[in-house]
């Protein structure tokens, strides 16, 4: 089996069967980083202004970049496969998507719900989210993508070192902790980086989507989002996912009532649902190309 795929088999399975790992997802040194604690360039006019990524970002993903090469072809690609899957695992999270899910659903009454379903996000939103259908799985596929599939389609794509980069643009993109280290031109390029590196893990999780449930529905809906914006297919909005999965679950707007939720909370619980027949396909997807010898 391919070292990309034994890497990600493992990754997910440790993830979701051991959350309690998620612990090790720390993300200190990096906000350090960007503080300025051990940083030669946070003081530079370069730092300041909308290439600063290059600094704050490119230093440690280079770095990783270069141990990823020197370990290629080591050891019959143990090394390599132990990289990889200690840095996807790293990068996949930060807590179980599914653990987090549950907390809701689980919940006691609707204030506790409702405060369990503020942690789907990166950051507690402001204002606080609500219980109707389409916000719940809006919420759900969002965390979906920057907690799994992001950082899961750059692995892909570049290594160790494209899951790393995902995970710390979209740190310092989304998290307020991180983003507040950074001047404000540095941080907005950084959030503009993070819509360009979410845009094509959308575009593959919305064509998974289509095949793990209504084709017709999902095209429809992701053809309607685009003309009603009027800037063409490549606009790097991302809302054709959250459309298109809308259109995949019974979603609706309004607020769903305590005996409702008790009983069924069916949008939460089919875009669970469908958050894994997706992640099958990438994987059946992902598994052809190996059998195929395009991924190594």
């Given amino acids: 089996m391919a ?25 200190g040194w990096f906000e350090a980083w960007l503080r300025g604690d051990f940083n030669p360039f946070s003081g530079s006019s370069s730092w300041a202004g909308r290439f600063g990524g290059w ?20 050891a019959y690609g143990f090394p390599s496969f132990l990289l990889a899957t200690i840095l996807l695992f790293y990068c996949w999270g930060p807590r179980d998507l599914d653990a987090d899910i549950g907390a809701v659903t689980h919940a006691a009454d609707r204030d506790a719900r409702i405060a369990a379903l503020q942690d789907l996000p990166a950051d507690p939103p402001s204002p606080p989210l609500g219980l109707d259908g389409r916000t719940l799985v809006d919420t759900v596929f969002r965390a979906a993508l920057t907690r799994w599939f992001g950082a899961l389609f750059w692995f892909l794509l570049l290594g160790a070192c494209g899951a ?21 031109a540095h941080a907005d390029a950084l959030r503009e980086l993070h819509l360009l590196l979410d845009w094509p893990a959308a575009q593959l999780m919305t064509l998974a989507m289509a095949l793990a449930a209504d084709f017709d529905a999902v095209a429809q809906s992701w053809r309607d989002f685009h003309h009603g914006i009027g800037q063409g297919y490549l606009v790097r909005d ?53 059998l195929a010898g395009w991924i190594g």
Avoid: C, K
């Fill in 3 to 27: 070292t990309a795929l034994l890497a990600v088999l493992v990754s997910i399975i440790l993830s979701h069967s051991l959350p309690e790992l998620g612990r090790l997802r720390h993300y």
């Fill in 55 to 74: 600094w704050s970002i490119g230093v440690p993903v280079a770095a990783l970049a270069l141990l990823q090469f020197l370990l290629w072809g080591q």
């Fill in 164 to 184: 790393l980069l995902y995970r710390l643009v979209q740190l310092a993109a989304q998290s307020e902790s991180f983003r507040s280290a950074l001047p404000r």
């Fill in 238 to 290: 991302i809302g054709f996912l959250f459309a298109a999965a809308r259109a995949s679950v019974d979603a609706e707007d309004e607020d769903l009532d305590d005996e409702a939720a008790n009983t069924t909370l069916l949008p939460l619980h089919q875009s669970q649902s469908l958050i894994w027949r997706i992640l099958v396909v990438w994987m059946a997807v992902l598994a052809l190309l190996v």
